[in-house]
T-cell receptor, first 110, second 113 residues
Framework: KNEVEQSPQNLTAQEGEFITINCSYS?????LHWLQQHPGGGIVSLFM???GKKKHGRLIATINIQEKHSSLHITASHPRDSAVYIC????????????FGTGTRLTVIP | EPEVTQTPSHQVTQMGQEVILRCVPI?????FYWYRQILGQKVEFLVS????????KSEIFDDQFSVERPDGSNFTLKIRSTKLEDSAMYFC???????????FGPGTRLTVL
């Protein structure tokens, strides 16, 4: 079973700040997912990556397979980025069931 | 844009009753999943389903749980005899292949009284 740890648990930022959320996992994975959970509970997939770096708009995700570590960065943060950000690891057996971290609650203040 | 849908959005039931949670995955997806999130806790994997059979299941998915794809569009999760601790948000997800991004439904909040 993969243990997925995230930090910080809570993060408050001023609008415009650069934000980093970290994720580490305990055993090898086939992919690392970053998800966003809105206040209403809905979950949206942001990134799925198995190596290197991916960028989508103001969001950047990186992964270091050797160190079993991933980061999610948000540039020029905005109040609408306020949400819970969750990392999840795909099982290496290929079944793709996800092991979730506890999430990072981000609040961006205008 | 295609999306995963779930019904009902909120289900209230008495302990010991059977409930069926329904999901309509994205139409060309082949892999289906159920997850649950107890209030204030992290999301947990329950079961994955492919080619009309269970691919993987967690320890949570005991004999009280079952999944079914009764027709070409629906994917259901049945809890035979609900317990208080089954109260949670249940999310359905689907993906095109096992290696692809999973798309999540909006969730069904189950409250067991």
């Amino acid at each position: 079973k993969n243990e997925v740890e995230q930090s910080p648990q809570n993060l408050t930022a001023q609008e415009g700040e650069f934000i980093t959320i970290n994720c580490s996992y305990s055993v090898g994975i086939s992919a690392l997912h970053w998800l966003q959970q809105h206040p209403g509970g809905g979950i949206v997939s942001l990134f799925m990556l198995s190596s290197g770096k991916k960028k989508h708009g103001r969001l950047i995700a990186t992964i270091n397979i050797q160190e079993k570590h991933s980061s999610l960065h948000i540039t020029a943060s905005h109040p609408r980025d306020s949400a819970v950000y969750i990392c999840a690891a795909s099982d290496q057996t290929g079944a793709n069931n996800l092991f979730f971290g506890t999430g990072t609650r981000l609040t961006v203040i205008p | 844009e295609p999306e995963v849908t779930q019904t009902p959005s909120h289900q209230v039931t008495q302990m010991g009753q059977e409930v069926i949670l329904r999901c309509v995955p994205i139409s060309n997806h082949l892999y289906f999943y159920w997850y649950r999130q107890i209030l204030g806790q992290k999301v947990e994997f329950l079961v994955s389903f492919y080619n009309n059979e269970i691919s993987e299941k967690s320890e949570i998915f005991d004999d009280q749980f079952s999944v079914e794809r009764p027709d070409g569009s629906n994917f259901t999760l049945k809890i035979r005899s609900t317990k208080l601790e089954d109260s949670a948000m249940y999310f359905c997800a689907s993906s095109k292949t096992w290696a692809d991004t999973q798309y999540f439904g909006p969730g069904t909040r189950l409250t067991v009284l």
